[in-house]
């Protein structure tokens, strides 16, 4: 329904299009006709000679040259007007082709969030999460270098669980405060690199283009860093930023159950070998 309306559009606007060129057209004929009537009344006028025969008076030939004159004012206006017309057309058109790819890209963008969302909640093993992560950021946003860091409570610290294009000195674990990425984990707010930034120094090491937070309410669970973009990426746009958000939460949620079902894998797996331990006949029995 939506295609068929998108259609019926695009074949009024051509039609009209069509029919105010043909109309320009015939404008600008009769304004050379004119043009051409004009220069000889007006060459009539000046040697005294007579309008299809008439006798020649200078009151007849002016009045035939008013006439003729306002008509012409009369088609330039109206030729105006249309002009101005067929200009507010093309603008519409221009706009709704816009918007046409706007919503093309919101959908696409759209789509993209719910499949990275599904991924990300598909699986409760913490390697392929991080690996889905990984994924996301450099298929959906078009990262070419980047790092996804996870807290560790014990030692409080960002440790690197995985990478792209990270040198080894890149990838040493962060105190939480320190530098960039230890600033964004500590107040829990996004980075992004403004245009000014951007132009004003070339990529450092250390220095990422964005920094995400992942944090389920007031609780750590790390850090995205992306360093550099692919070649044919110029910057982020509004559907980056919706997966930036996306990963805020759902990343960070997919990641802290995987950790949580990893440990709980652990204890289980150390009480069941304390039951087998106790299930042993005792020597000498």
Do not use: W
Not at 61 to 73: E, G, I, P, V
Not at 176 to 182: E, R, S
Not at 217 to 244: A, H, N, P
Not at 261 to 285: C, H, I, N, Q
Request: aromatic share 8%.
């Amino acid at each position: 329904m939506v295609e068929e309306d998108r259609k019926q559009h695009g074949d009024y606007l051509l039609q009209v299009f069509e029919q105010g060129k043909a109309f320009t057209e015939q404008l600008l004929q009769e304004n050379a006709e004119l043009r051409t009537v004009i220069q000889r009344l007006q060459q009539e006028v000046q040697e005294g000679g007579g309008v299809e025969g008439a006798p020649a008076t200078g009151e007849a030939l002016q009045k035939k040259y008013q006439d003729l004159a306002a008509h012409y004012n009369e088609l330039r206006e109206r030729y105006r007007k249309l002009a101005a017309e067929l200009n507010a057309i093309k603008t519409e058109n221009i706009d709704f082709a816009k918007r046409y790819v706007d919503i093309e890209e919101q959908n696409t963008g759209l789509a993209n969030l719910y499949v990275a969302s599904y991924q990300l909640h598909s699986t409760l093993d913490f390697a392929e999460v991080v690996g889905i992560v990984v994924e996301i950021v450099i298929n959906l946003i078009g990262a070419e270098k980047l790092g996804v860091f996870v807290f560790d409570e014990e030692t409080e610290r960002l440790e690197c669980v995985a990478f792209e294009g990270l040198a080894k000195e890149e990838r040493r674990p962060i105190a939480v405060g320190d530098g960039l990425q230890g600033k964004v984990a500590a107040l829990g707010e996004s980075y992004y690199i403004t245009e000014e930034e951007q132009q004003r120094r070339a990529e450092k090491a250390g220095e990422p283009l964005a920094c995400i937070p992942l944090k389920i309410q007031d609780r750590l669970i790390g850090v995205i860093s992306i360093y550099r973009l692919l070649r044919q990426k110029d910057g982020f746009t509004s559907i980056d930023f919706k997966l930036f958000d996306l990963l805020a939460g759902h990343a960070a949620t997919a990641l802290y159950s995987s950790r949580l079902y990893a440990l709980s894998e652990r204890k289980l797996k150390t009480v069941r070998s304390f039951l087998d331990l106790l299930k042993m006949p005792r020597e000498g029995r």
